[in-house]
């Protein structure tokens, strides 16, 4: 199966959708960081670095083969913690109208969006309401469902919704998942990877231990060298607050006399300084910078690698852009081991 992918950023659903076995043929990202992080990890796959909205064709050779057409657009807009334009005044709500018209031009076999859950309920599920009944004009048949990462072998509790339809008349059964009961943990992606320091700019390490678990093992991919070690550096302040924080808790544990430049910092969100807890998996990581996302047992920041294994993308995976534009690729992507899950059940079907 060809795989076309618009919205594609850093490539975490074309990775798992390359895990699964999808061919991935073109690829369209406006961000040329991303645009560059996608294209050195899926060497053969064309990359076209515009706006979707001046795309006007697609060329790819078919081959009687099916296609699937796959991305996740602009999500800010649908997002619960976006107050200011979380409606359909805002234009870049309305991007996903580039996949419809993408749609047009390729005529792929199967389509599969990617959105934050709130696409969900926002205005009262409009958005999702008029996503599925444009499919429906086409000729496809749309199924949605809210999956979590963490069922999924994802060391993280990361909740997305899915869009998938078919042109054959399928209604698209959802994996379930095989982690349910026995999530991946924070403790079993990280535990390998090397000690750090706060503002560590160490590009290759050895890790610390062999792997402890087979998430691990999976990452790894009997490699030596562990790469992308950076983390950002924070003020001896924010060290400081660190420091008072246990596993699993967050800003509360700080003295309040840590907080003074804080003008209410009793309205912090609950996942603000939060310390990870090695027995369970990951809050999400979003932009996990801003959000102090703290080490389970280290007074610092993640690294860019270990923020990316608790999204499951391999340790080969490489980002390229400031340490700035590196933390927001991750955060943005969509879990590999997720996306995979999803494409293997589209080739079972196909």
């Known amino acids: 199966m060809i795989g076309i992918e618009i919205f594609a950023g850093a490539g975490g659903m074309a990775t798992g959708a ?11 990202e406006n961000n040329p960081y991303a645009a560059q992080t996608y294209l050195a990890n899926h060497k053969d ?4 670095i515009d706006e979707i909205q001046n795309i006007k064709e697609f060329n790819f050779e078919r081959k009687n083969q099916q296609v699937v057409l796959f991305g996740g657009p602009p999500c800010q807009g649908y997002s619960y913690s976006n107050r200011k334009t979380r409606s359909n005044k805002n234009p870049k709500n309305w991007l996903f109208k580039e996949f ?16 934050v859950p709130g696409l969900k309920k926002m205005e009262n599920g409009f958005f999702l309401k008029t996503i599925c009944k444009d499919l429906q004009d086409l000729g496809y048949t749309p199924n949605a469902k809210i999956l979590n990462a963490s069922n999924f072998g994802v060391p993280q509790n ?13 209604a698209f059964e959802f994996p379930t998942g095989n982690y349910i009961e026995s999530p991946v943990t ?4 990280l535990s390998d990877l090397p000690k750090l320091i706060n503002g560590s700019k160490e590009n290759k390490l050895k890790y610390k231990s062999r792997a402890k678990s087979d998430y691990a093992k999976e990452m790894r991919q009997k490699k030596r060298i562990v790469t992308q070690n950076f983390v950002s550096k924070n003020s001896h302040v924010v060290v400081e607050r660190y420091k008072h924080i246990q596993q699993g808790n967050n800003w509360k544990e700080i003295p309040s006399s840590l907080m003074m430049n804080y003008k209410d910092h009793s309205r912090c969100h609950s996942n603000i300084y939060r310390r990870l807890s090695e027995s369970e998996p990951s809050v999400i990581i ?30 080969d995976y490489q980002f390229y852009g400031s340490l700035d534009q590196k933390q927001q690729q991750v955060g943005n992507a969509v879990p590999p081991l997720l996306a995979k899950a999803i494409f293997e059940q589209i080739l079972e079907l196909k």
């Open 158 to 170: 990361r909740e997305r919704i899915f869009i998938v339809a078919s042109k054959y008349g399928i």
């Open 18 to 28: 390359s895990q699964a076995g999808i061919d991935i043929r073109l690829a369209v």
């Open 286 to 315: 979003t932009n996990y910078r801003k959000s102090m996302l703290i080490h389970p047992t280290e007074d610092r920041g993640l690294s860019v690698r270990e923020a990316a294994r608790l999204q499951s993308f391999p340790d």
């Open 100 to 115: 419809i018209r993408s749609i047009n031009l390729i005529n792929p076999d199967w389509i599969v969006i990617e959105n």
């Open 186 to 189: 924070v403790g079993d992606a």
């Open 45 to 48: 796959t064309t990359v076209i």
